[in-house]
């Protein structure tokens, strides 16, 4: 098993920055991918951004290129969301999510486990 729990949410203005982080324990070993994704209300949970452990490789969802940069510490088991000029849209709630899948894997279902989620609401 893989425990995540994220932490970083909160309340920030529009064209602050936030960053977000997720601290994973357990069989870590199990797993090559980490990502975030987000969830509006009234919305479907949407990908914003993966990357394996080592941090060699990442990937974007286009919307999300040039904003947001994800990064790992692999020593300290953490992967961070760096949220630059976030816009009021961006409000969700932020979850991590791990995998042994590809790094490119968008869709949620390819992920065996999840965090409990934190909140960042984005105020204008």
């Known amino acids: 098993q893989v425990r995540l729990v994220e932490s970083g949410g909160g309340l920030v203005q529009a064209g602050g920055s936030r960053r977000l982080s997720c601290v994973a324990s357990g069989r870590t070993a199990s797993t090559y991918a980490v990502a975030w994704f987000r969830q509006a209300p009234g919305k479907e949970r949407e990908f914003v951004a993966s990357?394996?452990?080592?941090?060699?490789?990442?990937y974007y969802a286009d919307s999300m290129k040039g904003r947001f940069t994800i990064s790992s510490d692999n020593a300290k088991n953490t992967v961070y969301l760096q949220m630059n000029s976030p816009k009021p849209e961006d409000t969700a709630v932020y979850y991590c999510?791990?995998?042994?899948?590809?790094?490119?894997?968008?869709?949620?279902?390819?992920?065996?486990?999840w965090g409990q989620g934190t909140q960042v609401t984005v105020s204008s």
């Open positions: 999510a791990a995998g042994l899948v590809a790094v490119s894997t968008v869709v949620p279902g390819g992920y065996d486990y």
């Open positions: 990357i394996n452990w080592s941090g060699s490789t990442a």
